[in-house]
């Protein structure tokens, strides 16, 4: 693999990181928006549920 294709694979990984970090970070603070985007019909009373998740998401996200 050439140096250059390997530069942009990470590149564009990073990207994918970043808009996961982003949506998680969104939904963690606004879960009731996004769920009401997304999906309508999502219960309110589980609004718990999409929280955790997000905040798996974001705690998820490594540096290195």
């Not at 970070?25 to 998740?53: E, M, T």
């Amino acid at each position: 693999m050439s140096s250059a294709l390997g530069h942009g694979r990470r590149r564009a990984a990073r990207w994918v990181s970043v808009a996961g970090l982003a949506a998680g970070l969104l939904l963690l603070a606004r879960p009731a928006a996004v769920a009401a985007v997304v999906d309508p019909g999502f219960p309110r009373d589980w609004l718990w549920l999409a929280r955790v998740l997000a905040g798996r998401s974001v705690a998820g996200v490594r540096r290195r």
